[in-house]
């Protein structure tokens, strides 16, 4: 079992910035690629960006291209998304995810049911 904690969401202004933060505990962290979904109301949880194993290989979403970025500690067993810019078309729980299924060291997946733990969420808003 891995246990994810998420933590830092908040309310923003449009163009601020804020840092998601997920601790992970209960098994080997550099065992899993993580990656970062969101969901706001009314829709489906969505892929934001994800890390490979040894956090060399990272890849987004095309929404968030450019303004997020996602790293990991593997010392920490902690990872973390880095969100600038943001729009209020980025409201919504954010949660991580853990994928022990992933493959080699550089891989990465980006569907939601390729993952195997989650964490709780965390609330984010962005307002105009």
């Known amino acids: 079992q891995v246990q994810l904690v998420e933590s830092g969401g908040g309310l923003v202004q449009a163009g601020g910035s804020l840092r998601l933060s997920c601790a992970a505990s209960?098994?080997?962290?550099?065992?899993?690629?993580m990656g970062w979904f969101r969901q706001a109301p009314g829709k489906e949880r969505e892929f934001v960006a994800a890390a490979s194993k040894n956090g060399a290989n990272t890849y987004y979403a095309d929404s968030v291209k450019g303004r997020f970025t996602i790293s990991r500690d593997n010392t920490k067993n902690t990872v973390y998304l880095q969100m600038n810019n943001l729009k209020p078309a980025d409201t919504a729980v954010y949660y991580c995810a853990a994928d022990f299924r992933a493959g080699g060291d550089w891989s990465i997946r980006t569907g939601r049911y390729e993952y195997d733990y989650w964490g709780q969420g965390t609330q984010v808003t962005v307002s105009s």
């Open positions: 209960g098994r080997t962290f550099s065992k899993f690629a």
